[in-house]
């Protein structure tokens, strides 16, 4: 008992006050999320009559836009500071997602899914910045892995009770979660005016993306997230659940309960697979990751080609589990090793980069994803496979270009606390 409360102990991140603050407002803001996102494709193609498709391309959209806003942001957030950019991103998402609702035809879809991608791509350099920025350099992998943690046990929580809500036999009950979603958003908008912003560096007006693209081993780590997210967390976020409900006859409750699963594990393995990795050689780490997301893709289509129902449903959920392991390592490396490859003056720029690798992964996944899973289903599982099998071999050779002091994930285990920022 002695050891286990020791263990326990360990896991304490050492995190300052500001950070515990916004990683509750980030919760709020997940749970918002939960409720929505597990269900978006389903309310698009099974109550608006949006092809599949066509319903892939509308996620593709919101990414696209994302785009666009994502370097303004990391500009912004490095000049007027993150936490100001980060509250106009939510505001614009909040107004977004509550005229869903409205959607009749597939242009309305496309337009305000590009209205809520507009406000997504500020949303996260932004908020990476400002923990960045609010967090020794020391701590950061514990601090992104505890915001992993709080937003995916909002995820959980927000995808049991989306489950528990939504039926295509009601479309009203969507229209519940939309506006449940955009009050999360201006909930998050009132921690943060309560919240000190970091001091900015007194050198970041010099700063251009002319110089973050000269650092090669940071664009190749860019384009490396960026596959993962085309071949594996956009795929099973937006086309799991209509392949679940439409292909293995999963319930709308049962699509909600693998949401559940995933977020959970995430809630208790973050922190210890945090903890394990201190230490250890980052790049391993990632192609790790990629192999365990390969097998989870062929469990997916094994589970919904052979099974359906109730033994669809737990097969797609020990995949859920073991998607959550390997987005515990993804968690605790990618966006800590993107801070600490970047100068302090030019960290909002670095984060605009590291989170456009999401919006372009997010591109490519659903609209790709979405054709194959209206044409050939069983397909798209064992493609999503292959590519994270890449991936992961490209992370071992990526690692010799790093920086060797970034090589491996840091192991302080008793850092003192950064000075609160003034505002």
Not at 365 to 388: E, R, S, T
Request: with cysteine; proline share 5%.
């Amino acid at each position: 008992m002695r050891a286990f409360r020791a263990y326990v102990t360990s896991l304490d991140p050492h995190l300052p006050r500001s950070v515990w603050i916004l990683q509750g407002g980030g919760l709020v803001n997940s749970f918002g999320n939960g409720m929505v996102l597990p269900f978006l494709i389903i309310y698009l193609h099974n109550v608006r009559g949006v092809s599949l498709g066509l319903a892939g391309l509308i996620a593709a959209t919101n990414s696209a836009a994302a785009l666009v806003t994502g370097f303004v942001a990391g500009t912004l957030s490095d000049r007027i500071g993150p936490r100001t950019v980060l509250m106009g991103a939510l505001c614009v998402m909040a107004g977004s997602i509550a005229l869903f609702p409205l959607i009749r035809e597939a242009w309305h879809a496309f337009a305000l899914s590009a209205a809520l991608g507009a406000g997504s791509g500020a949303f996260w350099p932004s908020q990476s910045a400002l923990v960045s920025g609010l967090t020794p350099t020391e701590r950061r992998h514990s601090a992104f892995a505890v915001q992993r943690v709080t937003m995916n046990l909002g995820v959980a929580l927000g995808g049991l009770t989306g489950g528990l809500i939504a039926s295509t036999a009601r479309p009203t009950t969507f229209t519940v979660l939309f506006l449940l979603d955009a009050a999360t958003f201006l909930g998050y908008v009132v921690v943060l005016a309560r919240l000190a912003s970091p001091e900015l560096h007194p050198e970041r007006e010099a700063g251009s993306y002319a110089q973050v693209i000269r650092d090669r081993a940071f664009m190749n780590y860019v384009l490396l997230n960026a596959l993962f997210m085309g071949a594996s967390m956009a795929v099973f976020v937006e086309l799991l659940p209509p392949f679940a409900k439409n292909q293995a006859h999963v319930s709308e409750l049962g699509v909600g309960v693998l949401w559940f699963v995933d977020a959970l594990v995430v809630v208790l393995a973050q922190l210890p697979v945090a903890k394990l990795a201190e230490g250890k050689r980052r790049m391993h780490g990632l192609a790790l990751m990629g192999v365990i997301w390969g097998a989870t893709m062929l469990i997916i289509d094994a589970g919904g080609y052979w099974l359906e129902a109730t033994a669809a449903t737990a097969v797609l959920a020990f995949a859920a589990l073991l998607f959550g392991i390997g987005e515990c390592l993804h968690g605790t490396i990618h966006v800590p090793l993107a801070a600490d490859l970047a100068p302090p003056r030019l960290v909002g720029r670095y984060m605009a980069f590291s989170s456009q690798s999401w919006q372009v992964g997010w591109i490519v996944g659903p609209a790709a994803g979405g054709f194959i899973l209206q044409h050939q289903p069983y397909a798209l599982w064992p493609l999503a496979a292959a590519v994270n099998l890449i991936g992961a071999g490209w992370a071992l050779g990526l690692e010799r270009r790093l920086p060797r002091a970034v090589r491996l994930t840091p192991s302080s285990l008793h850092s003192e606390l950064a000075p609160e920022p003034t505002r």
